[in-house]
């Protein structure tokens, strides 16, 4: 699994993912639930930041990818973290991306999507909440090629929607919400967050 978390926030005006959240962070709560899952290992991009964020995750058992190109964008660290599993001793025959900043998820959400694509043997599973589609997916190496291609700010959602006839969607009942501002942290942190 990788998880997304290279960004700068800049909307935030503070470092999103060292945002207070249950007893960790946005970060940390996003990685004790992706290892709680039935995924085999955990990366997080990292990029802006890496400095004051990396030294938090010092307990996890996960490994750290730096997107030194971060400022390019979502894009860029999704292919940053495909070119660096494809150098990887150990090949993962599918990759479930997310982002650090879906603090709703659950492991059992992930456990869903890997259940879907294992069952389904469709090259991609992806996250439908009404009409928006996109991560948290998992994509069967013979996407890895075209992921390790994205840059700037586009994401994989391109990706998944030339494809439809290779995907299949899970409904995330709401809970595939992302934390843009400080506004939506808030709100968010208030209901479910301490």
């Known amino acids: 699994m990788v998880i997304l978390a290279a960004g700068a926030s800049i909307r935030m005006k503070a470092i999103k993912q ?3 959240w249950k007893k960790t962070s946005l970060l940390g709560h996003s990685i004790e ?12 991009v990292l990029g802006a930041n890496k400095e004051k964020i990396a030294p938090t995750l010092k307990d996890y058992n996960i490994q750290i990818i730096e997107n030194e ?9 999704i292919a940053c973290a495909i070119q660096f ?4 001793p150990t090949q ?11 603090p709703l998820l659950t492991a059992s959400y992930y456990n869903k999507l890997i259940v879907e694509f294992k069952e389904s043997k469709s090259g991609i ?3 439908q909440q009404n009409s928006t589609i996109g991560v948290p997916a998992v994509f069967n190496e013979n996407y890895y090629e075209r992921l390790s291609f994205l ?6 959602k391109a990706l998944i929607k030339q494809n439809l006839d290779d995907v299949r969607f899970v409904n995330p009942d709401g809970i595939a919400l ?6 939506s942290y808030q709100e968010l942190f208030k209901k479910y967050g301490s």
Request: charged letters at 25%; glycine letters at 8%.
């Open 18 to 20: 060292l945002l207070p």
């Open 33 to 44: 639930q992706s290892l709680s899952s039935k995924v085999d290992s955990v990366f997080v």
């Open 69 to 77: 190109d971060w400022r390019l964008g979502l894009g860029k660290s």
């Open 85 to 88: 599993l494809d150098n990887s």
């Open 92 to 102: 993962f025959n599918g990759v479930l991306i997310a982002l650090a900043d879906q």
């Open 125 to 127: 599973v992806s996250t």
């Open 151 to 156: 840059y700037e700010d586009r994401g994989a």
């Open 178 to 183: 992302d934390v843009d501002t400080i506004d």
